[in-house]
């Protein structure tokens, strides 16, 4: 089992920034691949992006690449996603996941945080 904890979400100006972090506890952190998810009011949960257990590797949605950064702590078993330039269209629960393997697809991801709320204004 992983226990996953997100913190930092909150209410931004569109065109502000914010910094999500996720505390990981219980198995090996460095062994998995960790996701940042979110949801929406009346939408499905959706991809935002992915960093490889190492750090090395990251993948980010369309709709965030370039204004959000994923990075990773292994010895402090945290992984923070900085949000910049947000818009309110990025209104939504955040959540970060993790994954032996990886991927894009919430499925791929069996272990889940409770979510952070994220609300921009305009």
């Known amino acids: 089992q992983v226990q996953l904890v997100e913190s930092g979400g909150g209410v931004v100006q569109a065109g502000g920034s914010l910094r999500l972090s996720c505390a990981a506890s219980?198995?090996?952190?460095?062994?998995?691949?960790m996701g940042w998810f979110r949801q929406a009011p009346g939408k499905e949960r959706e991809f935002v992006g992915t960093?490889?257990?190492?750090?090395?590797?990251?993948n980010y949605a369309d709709s965030v690449k370039g204004r959000f950064t994923i990075s990773r702590d292994n010895d402090k078993n945290t992984v923070t996603l900085q949000m910049n330039s947000l818009k309110p269209e990025d209104t939504a629960v955040y959540y970060c996941?993790?994954?032996?393997?990886?991927?894009?697809?919430?499925?791929?991801?069996?272990?889940w945080g409770q979510g952070t709320q994220v609300t921009v204004s305009s």
């Open positions: 996941a993790a994954s032996v393997s990886g991927g894009w697809d919430r499925s791929d991801y069996p272990y």
């Open positions: 219980g198995r090996t952190f460095s062994n998995y691949a």
């Open positions: 960093i490889s257990w190492g750090g090395s590797n990251t």
